[in-house]
């Protein structure tokens, strides 16, 4: 019954003076579903338009379903005007509506006065819809339409119920009637621009261009242009039309925030600080606004005020209101936070964004790759590894990736070891626990040959998996005692061989050299001549490949002696 109420809107303009601006106002945001503001302009009106006034004041309270309000209302007018037809109207559909043949003999009655008045053939089609008699809503309209064919607002009412029923090509061609039949209604041509909104989109913007040159300067027309431009992300168009009607006075509460956001994304980013800034004077706990502040400031570089508005944000938010948050909601804070080196809260933010979003995968990787420059490659794995888990991911990249960061970690790790070990042998005061940063070395390079397995069961004919595993192993084996990466070496030695283009020799040389010097520990602990003679034969292997290699040439030179 609710979308009846809107309908009475549409019969009265005719009858209304053009020196009534405020009327024409307050029926223009009622046709517009601005309730509120309606209400403000018609109880300004009241005292010298008493029918009119009241009557909208009744059909507004409807919208709320206050029967009792909208009979007061009417009643009012008919006081106030003891000729008040609509009004009239209003309290007969309330009063008869449980009675329908004496309801039905009251309109019939009302429109027989009034056969050739179009406007009020039209309120009582209203009244007949409200109490769900189509058929005669629909002969109503017909004595109004031969009553003045011409008067538009019997098209916008037909416009507006095929709206209803989901014809909305038929409506549209009801809504061009009317602009037809009166050029200067603004309301006809935003009433149009509506019904393409969603379905045709440059149709709507075409319609409100057209009723903008039929009506220079009209601030329903430009402010529905500007909606228009700001919706279908024309932002720069949204702002030209903004500033028009900025020009003409305030900007109401929704479009001071479209224009604040028109200003963001168009890059305007100082422009957008100052709207946000009076925007937020009047309303500080605004959540989507606040969360326009923290990207703007984030975008002028101005971090802590990022942070604050971004905290504010939260704060705000809550799972059982309208504005949840977005992924970008926590990367833009986390962002903010860290550029001033709170990297743990920004961990805390990107693991939110993952959480609010998981089908955005490729997120994983950028959050890792943002941590591994932050020099916080523990959690840059975790996320990777997230990123891998959600996306079942057969890529050797990625795998070289992950095992790569896992390196990185254990190549650090056997340093510290290193040193500790030889702080120990030195008799000297260390603070780590060599056990502990052992079993953490072993970790990270496990975890670094498990991806690089992965590359050579992905890639088996490929160098590459076999060298990185051989790498994460010798971190293992640092004193090459055991040989953990002698099988990676010298099956990456039989594909370098077998690349007839010759590419990657560095990594052929890389690989004699590692077997020159694992020959070389070799010997040292063994005194085996054959270990000496594998020594030397690999060292002049590299030396083939580059004569002036330092290593090659002492062990050649050291074990020929």
Same mark, same amino acid.
């Given at each position: 019954?609710?979308?009846?109420?809107?309908?009475?809107?549409?019969?009265?303009?005719?009858?209304?003076?053009?020196? #009534?601006?405020?009327?024409?106002?307050?029926?223009?945001? %009622?046709?517009?579903?601005?309730?509120?503001?309606?209400?403000?302009? %018609?109880?300004?009106?009241?005292?010298? =338009?008493?029918? @009119?006034?009241?009557?909208?004041?009744?059909?507004?309270?409807?919208?709320?379903?206050?029967?009792?309000?909208?009979?007061?209302?009417?009643?009012?007018?008919?006081?106030?005007?003891? /000729?008040?037809?609509?009004?009239? @109207?209003?309290?007969?559909?309330?009063?008869? &509506?449980?009675?329908?043949?004496?309801?039905? &003999?009251?309109?019939?009655?009302?429109?027989?006065?009034?056969?050739?008045?179009?406007?009020?053939?039209?309120?009582?089609? !209203?009244?007949?819809?409200?109490?769900?008699?189509?058929?005669?809503?629909?002969?109503?309209?017909?004595?109004?339409?031969?009553?003045?064919?011409?008067?538009?607002?019997?098209?916008?009412?037909?416009?507006? #119920?095929?709206?209803?029923?989901?014809?909305?090509?038929?409506?549209?061609?009801?809504?061009?009637?009317?602009?037809?039949?009166?050029?200067?209604?603004?309301?006809?041509?935003?009433?149009?621009?509506?019904?393409?909104?969603?379905?045709?989109?440059?149709?709507?913007?075409?319609?409100?261009?057209?009723?903008?040159?039929?009506?220079?300067?009209?601030?329903?027309?430009?402010?529905?242009?500007?909606?228009?431009?700001?919706? +279908?992300?024309?932002?720069?168009?949204?702002?030209?039309?903004?500033?028009?009607?900025? !020009?003409?006075?305030?900007?109401?509460?929704?479009?001071?925030?479209?224009?604040?956001?028109?200003? *963001?994304?168009?890059?305007?980013?100082?422009?957008?600080?100052?709207?946000?800034?009076?925007?937020?004077?009047?309303?500080?706990?605004?959540?989507?606004?606040?969360?326009?502040?923290?990207?703007?400031?984030?975008?002028?570089?101005?971090?802590?005020?990022?942070?604050?508005?971004?905290?504010?944000?939260?704060?705000?938010?809550?799972?059982?209101?309208?504005?949840?948050?977005?992924?970008? /909601? %926590?990367?833009?804070?986390?962002?903010?936070?860290?550029?001033?080196?709170?990297?743990?809260?920004?961990?805390?933010?990107?693991?939110?964004?993952? &959480?609010?979003?998981?089908?955005?995968?490729?997120?994983?990787?950028?959050?890792?790759?943002?941590?591994?420059?932050?020099?916080?490659? @523990?959690?840059?794995?975790?996320?990777? !590894?997230?990123?891998?888990?959600?996306?079942?991911?057969?890529?050797?990249?990625?795998?070289?990736?992950?095992?790569?960061?896992?390196?990185?970690?254990?190549?650090?790790?056997?340093?510290?070891?290193?040193?500790?070990?030889?702080?120990?042998?030195?008799?000297?005061?260390?603070?780590?626990?060599?056990?502990?940063?052992?079993?953490?070395?072993?970790? %990270?390079? $496990?975890?670094?040959?498990?991806?690089?397995?992965?590359?050579?069961?992905?890639?088996?004919?490929?160098?590459? $998996?076999?060298? #990185?595993?051989?790498?994460?192993?010798?971190?293992?084996?640092? /004193?090459?005692?055991?040989?953990?990466? +002698?099988?990676? *070496?010298?099956?990456?030695?039989?594909?370098?061989?077998?690349?007839?283009?010759?590419?990657?020799?560095?990594?052929?040389?890389?690989?004699?050299?590692?077997?020159?010097?694992?020959?070389?520990?070799?010997?040292?602990?063994?005194?085996?001549?054959?270990?000496?003679?594998?020594?030397?034969?690999?060292?002049?292997?590299?030396?083939?490949?580059?004569?002036?290699?330092?290593?090659?040439?002492?062990?050649?030179?050291?074990? =020929?002696?």
């Amino acid at each position: 019954m609710k979308k009846n109420y809107l309908l009475i809107a549409l019969f009265l303009i005719a009858l209304i003076p053009a020196a #009534w601006g405020q009327v024409d106002k307050g029926l223009e945001l %009622f046709l517009l579903e601005n309730f509120d503001e309606a209400k403000k302009v %018609f109880e300004q009106t009241s005292t010298s =338009q008493p029918d @009119i006034a009241y009557y909208y004041l009744g059909e507004i309270a409807l919208q709320k379903e206050n029967t009792e309000e909208a009979m007061a209302y009417y009643q009012k007018g008919i006081a106030a005007d003891e /000729d008040a037809v609509f009004c009239q @109207i209003g309290v007969n559909k309330l009063s008869l &509506k449980s009675n329908p043949t004496e309801f039905k &003999k009251s309109m019939q009655g009302i429109a027989k006065k009034n056969r050739k008045k179009a406007p009020v053939l039209v309120a009582v089609a !209203q009244a007949y819809r409200y109490n769900d008699m189509h058929k005669e809503a629909s002969g109503a309209l017909s004595s109004a339409r031969s009553a003045d064919k011409t008067y538009p607002y019997i098209y916008l009412f037909e416009g507006y #119920w095929m709206e209803k029923q989901g014809n909305t090509g038929g409506a549209a061609t009801q809504y061009e009637q009317a602009i037809n039949f009166d050029p200067n209604c603004a309301v006809a041509y935003v009433k149009n621009s509506l019904a393409y909104s969603s379905v045709l989109p440059s149709a709507a913007t075409n319609t409100l261009k057209i009723g903008l040159e039929a009506n220079p300067g009209n601030e329903l027309i430009t402010k529905y242009l500007a909606r228009n431009y700001y919706r +279908n992300g024309f932002y720069e168009l949204a702002i030209n039309e903004y500033s028009t009607l900025l !020009q003409q006075g305030k900007l109401s509460p929704e479009d001071e925030r479209n224009y604040a956001a028109s200003l *963001y994304f168009s890059d305007r980013f100082e422009e957008a600080l100052q709207a946000l800034s009076t925007i937020l004077a009047k309303e500080p706990d605004h959540p989507v606004m606040n969360r326009l502040m923290m990207y703007t400031q984030n975008e002028l570089q101005n971090y802590e005020e990022a942070i604050a508005a971004g905290e504010h944000f939260f704060e705000l938010r809550s799972d059982d209101e309208e504005f949840k948050p977005l992924k970008t /909601d %926590f990367t833009k804070l986390a962002e903010a936070y860290m550029a001033v080196g709170s990297v743990d809260k920004a961990i805390e933010m990107y693991k939110g964004a993952v &959480k609010v979003d998981p089908e955005e995968t490729a997120l994983f990787k950028e959050i890792a790759s943002t941590l591994a420059r932050a020099d916080r490659t @523990i959690e840059a794995i975790e996320f990777y !590894q997230g990123y891998i888990d959600a996306t079942q991911s057969t890529e050797p990249e990625d795998f070289l990736q992950l095992g790569s960061y896992n390196y990185q970690i254990a190549g650090k790790l056997a340093r510290k070891a290193n040193a500790a070990k030889k702080a120990i042998e030195a008799e000297e005061t260390v603070e780590v626990n060599l056990e502990l940063l052992n079993d953490s070395l072993a970790q %990270f390079a $496990g975890k670094a040959v498990e991806a690089f397995t992965k590359i050579t069961d992905l890639m088996p004919d490929s160098y590459l $998996g076999y060298y #990185w595993r051989a790498n994460a192993n010798t971190l293992l084996d640092q /004193d090459l005692s055991k040989g953990l990466a +002698n099988s990676d *070496y010298q099956k990456m030695i039989e594909i370098l061989i077998a690349d007839e283009e010759g590419n990657n020799l560095n990594k052929l040389i890389e690989a004699y050299r590692y077997f020159a010097i694992y020959y070389l520990y070799q010997y040292d602990s063994s005194d085996s001549k054959a270990d000496k003679n594998q020594s030397i034969e690999y060292a002049k292997k590299v030396l083939e490949l580059s004569p002036d290699d330092a290593t090659a040439t002492q062990i050649v030179e050291g074990l =020929q002696q």
